[in-house]
């Protein structure tokens, strides 16, 4: 793309009459309306998110007894690092388990919520040629990040609403209406810091896709420096946003003062921001691209080594996540027994033969499994946006036929899944076997339980692909299978969901292993469900009109 150049580097532009936020307020219109799906299904999602674990406590801890034993097990620097600060542990209520064991979490997707948003608003409208094209109007300099800003914190102040409306409505025991208002804050508190974050990084980096892997990379490192500070009991944690937010300690001390710090750590930063937006052109960024090599390599001149080049950062990162994932439940396995014992929803769970580790292993095999299933269906769906953006018109237009573009990408999802699931589950077992008495043969016991998910990736997967043969632009529904399998497979044991709802779901087939016995059968049922849905994918998407621009 063209780069529109500012006349002299140092120096806000804008039109003569107007100032350098003209326009901001349609700007944010906009955005407004192109998120219209986008803000509803985030909110909805964060607010259900934390509502279900909370709701479902007083069934998991009925009595004082039982928080106070699940608190003892987590005062340990394994337990610390996985939660939060010891203090949440001196009187351990609904309202301080949530705070301990949902905040830090929550807030993590807050955070890349907010990056992925200013990104989106600001470094991919000037990679597409949008924000060129805005510019021809009477729009000021900093128009378009103002507006992305604004529409960042609107949205956080709305979660910290729905949450502390939400959660003050439960009626939980020490879950007051002013600590649920504090702990919607603190939420909306790490959101806004990370979007001052993101209008950092957006000035940077010279493509989207680094940008908002440099703001998420920040999400990802604001939570290892609080867990490394709490697990060691130092002021390490203050290092960090996420920190700051469970320093508040709502339902506890009801602390707003640490807030100022994400609010004034927001204001810095978007203040940087500004100031470094007039140090580059509309479309570059202050670090130069790096150059490529001269020639392509013989493996990028293959489909599936140019798919894999386009996905490999994505894959890496989900390796690193699930390798984090993996050894973060590990040392745990050693202590479930002594957590759950008590509780009764664990013990009913319990069938002939099986332990507590067991049960565990079967839970926690599923949120890896959906895990992987969130990069399974990102590297299907890309292939989407390849076809919206126009990169994909001119590499049909070198004679490669649309099945072996399509199958180069779903290959790529097909094998990456998998081998993220895999190496969750090996740290996992690496981690976790070594804590646990009697561990004869074990390790393989959870390798082979997080492989028997693997067909269950394969269908979503494949269901991705049909929508975007058939379907392109309800391609978005394939995310409802992640979210619906995850739900209901997480909650509802707990729940007592009926049958029916776990079989409407690819992952309430899989047997949750070490509990149940290894079935072969809905594997196989499974594998060839998947391959009926990737030839109707390839069926639809080569009958079908491309998008092109």
């Known amino acids: 793309m063209t780069a529109t150049a500012t006349p002299t580097l140092g120096h806000t532009t ?20 192109r998120d219209r799906v986008r803000i509803p299904v985030w909110l909805g999602a964060l607010t ?23 608190g003892d097990t987590m005062a340990t620097p394994a337990g610390l690092a996985f939660t939060g600060p010891e203090h949440y542990l001196s009187d351990y209520h609904y309202g301080a388990m949530l705070g301990h064991q949902m905040l830090g979490f929550v ?22 040629g949008r924000a060129e094209l805005v510019r021809g109007g009477v729009v000021g300099r900093h128009a378009q990040l103002a507006a992305a800003l604004i529409l960042a914190v609107a949205v956080n102040v709305a979660l910290a609403l729905l949450l502390a409306g939400s959660l003050g409505a439960l009626d939980l025991d020490g879950v007051t209406w002013e600590g649920s208002l504090l702990y919607g804050a603190a939420h909306a508190g ?22 908002s892997g440099m703001g998420l ?73 790096r150059r490529g090599r001269p020639a392509a390599t013989r493996a990028l001149t293959t489909p599936f080594g140019f798919a ?44 002939g033969g099986t332990t507590f580790v067991d049960t565990f292993l079967g839970m926690i095999m599923l949120v890896l499994a959906i895990v992987a299933a969130i990069y399974a269906v990102i590297a299907t769906l890309r292939t989407r946006s390849e076809e919206s953006s126009g990169r994909a018109e001119p590499v049909l237009a070198t004679g490669l036929s649309r099945t072996r573009w399509l199958g180069s990408h779903l290959t790529v999802a097909l094998l990456g899944s998998p081998a993220v699931l895999l190496l969750g589950g090996l740290t996992l077992a690496a981690t976790g076997t070594p804590t646990v008495d009697e561990n004869e043969g074990l390790f393989v016991d959870i390798v082979v339980a997080s492989a028997a998910y693997i067909p269950a990736l394969w269908v979503t997967a494949a269901l991705a692909v049909a929508l975007v043969g058939w379907l392109p632009r309800a391609a978005a ?11 209901v497979g997480y909650f509802g044991a707990i729940l007592q969901f009926p049958d029916w709802m776990h ?24 594998t060839g469900t998947a391959a009926a849905l990737i030839a109707v994918g390839m069926y639809g998407f080569r009958r079908r009109d491309l998008e092109t621009k």
């Not at 500070?229 to 300690?249: H, K, M």
């Not at 894959?315 to 396995?333: D, E, K, N, Q």
């Not at 529904?477 to 739900?487: E, F, I, K, P, S």
């Open 48 to 70: 259900l998110g934390t509502l279900w674990p909370a709701a479902a406590f007083p069934q998991l801890y009925e009595t004082a007894a039982e928080r106070q034993t699940a």
């Open 217 to 289: 990379a920040i999400v990802g490192a604001a939570y290892l420096v609080r867990a490394a500070g709490d697990s060691a009991g130092s002021d390490l944690s203050w290092a960090s946003p996420i920190g700051w937010a469970q320093q508040t300690f709502p339902y506890l001390d009801n602390r707003w003062w640490p807030l100022l710090l994400n609010l004034g750590a927001a204001i810095v930063l978007a203040g940087i921001g500004f100031a470094l937006s007039v140090r580059r052109d509309v479309g570059a960024g202050l670090r130069a691209a």
């Open 503 to 526: 079989d409407l779901s690819p992952f309430g087939h899989i047997p949750r292993l070490p509990v149940d016995d290894f079935e072969w059968t809905p594997l196989l049922v499974l």
């Open 107 to 128: 807030a993590i997707l807050v955070g890349i919520m907010s990056v992925l948003m200013i990104t989106r608003h600001t470094r991919t409208e000037e990679e597409t």
């Open 308 to 351: 894999l080049r386009l996905h490999r950062g994505m894959l890496i990162g989900f390796a690193i996540g699930m390798a984090v994932l993996g050894m973060s439940y590990g040392p745990f396995l050693g202590d479930v027994e002594e957590m759950f014992k008590d509780i009764e929803v664990f013990q009913q769970m319990q069938t």
């Open 14 to 33: 804008h039109r003569a009459g107007g100032s350098v936020l003209t326009g901001t307020g349609t700007l944010l219109r906009f955005a407004l309306r």
């Open 190 to 211: 790490a959101g806004i810091t990370f979007a001052g974050v993101a209008a950092l990084t957006v000035q940077i980096t010279p493509h989207s896709r680094g940008a």
């Open 477 to 487: 529904a394939a995310w409802l299978v992640v979210v619906y399998g995850g739900v």
